[in-house]
T-cell receptor, first 108, second 116 residues
Framework: TQLLEQSPQFLSIQEGENLTVYCNSSSVFSSLQWYRQEPGEGPVLLVTVVTGGEVKKLKRLTFQFGDARKDSSLHITAAQPGDTGLYLCAGGAGKLTFGTGTRLTIIP | DAGVIQSPRHEVTEMGQEVTLRCKPISGHNSLFWYRQTMMRGLELLIYFNNNVPIDDSGMPEDRFSAKMPNASFSTLKIQPSEPRDSAVYFC??????????????FGPGTRLTVL
């Protein structure tokens, strides 16, 4: 069974600060996705990374896939209250394995 | 497109009762997934279908759970009999899947199930 561990589990920071959350596994994934889930809603895809070492940027969010394709990170610059939510990484093709999640709260 | 539609949004039932959750995937999608989310266990895949055929049901907790997909536009997840430990948010997701390729899954709003 492929497991994805995310850290930290909870993170609460002030608006305007930078942060990084991590997604780690002992298994190699062909691709890895990041989703954000807001209260009362289902997860929504933010990005997919497929190449080891790949870096993708989505406005203030920067996603990196590890060279060995076993880990990934999400960096947010100048966090905004709208970034608040549960961030989930997911790996695999077709059938996804979801990580344990990082619950992020941005304090205005 | 209206997105993935799930019903009901909330369900409160008593232990031992039958519960049926419903899902309408996005038109044109060929894969459908049922997930369960709890604080303790996170988001768990229960079962997924491809072209209406169940491909992997290894996540279904026990025989009390069953899922069907009679056609491309409808799926049900049934729990019979329900137990308090089944209380969770159940999500349905769909995608257009190509063999061996990564695909975006589109999630419905979920059904919050409470079993008393």
């Amino acid at each position: 069974t492929q497991l994805l561990e995310q850290s930290p589990q909870f993170l609460s920071i002030q608006e305007g600060e930078n942060l990084t959350v991590y997604c780690n596994s002992s298994s190699v994934f062909s691709s890895l996705q990041w989703y954000r889930q807001e209260p009362g809603e289902g997860p929504v895809l933010l990005v997919t990374v497929v190449t080891g070492g790949e870096v993708k940027k989505l406005k203030r969010l920067t996603f990196q896939f590890g060279d060995a394709r076993k880990d990934s990170s999400l960096h947010i610059t100048a966090a905004q209250p709208g970034d608040t939510g549960l961030y989930l990484c997911a790996g695999g093709a077709g059938k996804l394995t979801f990580g344990t999640g990082t619950r992020l709260t941005i304090i205005p | 497109d209206a997105g993935v539609i799930q019903s009901p949004r909330h369900e409160v039932t008593e232990m031992g009762q039958e519960v049926t959750l419903r899902c309408k995937p996005i038109s044109g999608h060929n894969s459908l997934f049922w997930y369960r989310q709890t604080m303790m266990r996170g988001l768990e895949l229960l079962i997924y279908f491809n072209n209406n055929v169940p491909i992997d049901d290894s996540g279904m907790p026990e025989d009390r759970f069953s899922a069907k997909m009679p056609n491309a536009s409808f799926s049900t997840l049934k729990i019979q009999p329900s137990e308090p430990r089944d209380s969770a948010v159940y999500f349905c997701a769909s995608s257009f899947s190509l063999a061996g390729a990564y695909n975006e899954q589109f999630f419905g709003p979920g059904t919050r199930l409470t079993v008393l």
